[in-house]
């Protein structure tokens, strides 16, 4: 089976615009989280989605959203970016009550 | 005090040596991960536990729900097995982790 897919794998964006991350689970699974790793705060968890409704919501400002679509792929979007937004953005996927996959990481950097 | 503390921060090792990182954490959970984090980024799962102990390989996990603690070992130590230790914890039924900061391991030849 291929690994869960992350795009772009980088990305540079100005403060104040906005960005959308994008995630392919692997096939059959049906929940995808997110998560973000930052020097400082290490990783925290996002959200997570599961047949397309948000299941649940770590701490972040609404400028974080997600959604998932039918086929299970993922998106999150970051608006007004911020120069603490630079992070890797991480995300997982798992069939249920198993483990969690990760992808590679999409890297992004707020100038 | 964070949820999920890890310790040691930093362990350096030489190679052989058998090595333990501790994870001990402060809330109700369903289940505890253990992470293993290359350089670059790339984050493996090495064990999803709730009770008792499980192996693979050179690693093995164990878990005391009532002490609320966890341990990874690695024995015959490797230098590709430095990398960063995570410990996560699945609080409730749902997917909401808390992870610790993480355990820089390094293991000299």
């Known amino acids: 089976k291929a690994g869960v897919t992350q795009t772009p794998r980088y990305l540079i964006k100005t403060r104040g615009q906005q960005v959308t991350l994008s995630c392919s689970p692997i096939s059959g699974h049906r929940s995808v989280s997110w998560y973000q790793q930052t020097p400082g705060q290490g990783l925290q968890f996002l959200f997570e989605y599961f047949s397309e409704t948000q299941r649940n919501k770590g701490n972040f400002p609404g400028r974080f959203s997600g959604r998932q679509f039918s086929n299970s792929r993922s998106e999150m979007n970051v608006s007004t970016l911020e120069l603490g937004d630079s992070a890797l953005y991480l995300c997982a996927s798992s069939p249920p009550t198993d483990t969690q996959y990760f992808g590679p990481g999409t890297r992004l950097t707020v100038l | 005090k964070n949820e999920v503390e890890q310790s040691p921060q930093n362990l350096t090792a030489q190679e052989g040596e058998f090595i333990t990182i501790n994870c001990s954490y402060s809330v109700g959970i369903s289940a505890l991960h253990w992470l293993q984090q290359h350089p670059g980024g790339g984050i493996v799962s090495l064990f999803m536990?709730?009770?008792g102990k499980k192996k693979h390989g050179r690693l093995i996990a164990t878990i005391n729900i009532q002490e609320k603690h966890s341990s990874l070992h690695i024995t015959a130590s490797h230098p590709r097995d430095s990398a960063v230790y995570i410990c996560a914890v699945y609080r409730g039924d749902n997917n909401d982790m808390r992870f610790g900061a993480g355990t820089r391991l390094t293991v000299k030849p």
């Open positions: 536990l709730s009770s």
